[in-house]
């Protein structure tokens, strides 16, 4: 069965997650018409199909797998939507069932977003400003992860943010604390390769726990950091980030199972 190829950049679309004094976060997304193009570029238009249950709060997504002679179905719940609600909660199931056959799963690696205040327009709360992503590129290994990223603001014609994997980008002063690990600053000194790969991977369980986990997801992550005795960036290795990402995989089924 084919893979899906990974989203460029005129895919994914930017929406506005919290507004504070200093900025405003960015969550990158991708729409239910993206998925339908590339289900039908994959594997064509006539080897898909989706079925709704429990009022479209559930969506199976099967692909018909021409060697075992089946259909072959994932699926997942979305939530409702602001407005259009049956509309907006078929969608979401949709594009997370989507996300279950890989399609755009590569924006969980996206790094915490935080555009400043000089680099858009807030006022009273609000931001009107439309964001795009300019530029963005994955890793070469095949894991769908994202290496480099560029945000413009379409308002403004500027870019707003620039991103490149191991960079060290702190999020801003109101953001919750995380277990403070040991590293020499990288304007003093560059990171060890061992301290660059932590931080990678710090960055990557920090998204995973904001998906996994509605209220204070650093908190939890934090807990988990201290269980596996994560007091420095070189001690974040692969086997600790394994560990620690499956922690959070089992705390989400435990959650569905619960459901």
Known sequence: ????????????DCRIGQIKKGGLTLLLYKDARCDQNILDEAVGPMNWQRHHSRDNA?????IWDDDKKQ?????DTGTESRTEREKGLASDSFKRACFNWGIGRELYSAPFIFIK????????????????????????????????????????GRICYHWQIGERKAAPDNEPEQVKMNATPASVTPYSPEEAAGEDRKRLLTQFAKLAYETAPMKKLNELFIKHNVTSLAALTDDVYKAIRDEITADIASKKGAA
């Open 117 to 156: 205040a000089t680099d858009c327009n807030i006022e009273d709360g609000k931001c009107y400003d439309n964001f795009t992503v300019d530029t963005i590129e994955y890793q070469p290994d095949g894991q769908r992860e994202i290496r480099h990223l560029i945000i413009r603001n379409e308002k403004t």
């Open 71 to 75: 259909w072959i179905e994932k699926e």
């Open 58 to 62: 559930n969506c199976i997504v099967s």
């Open 1 to 12: 069965m084919n893979r899906f190829r990974t989203l460029k950049a005129d895919e994914i």
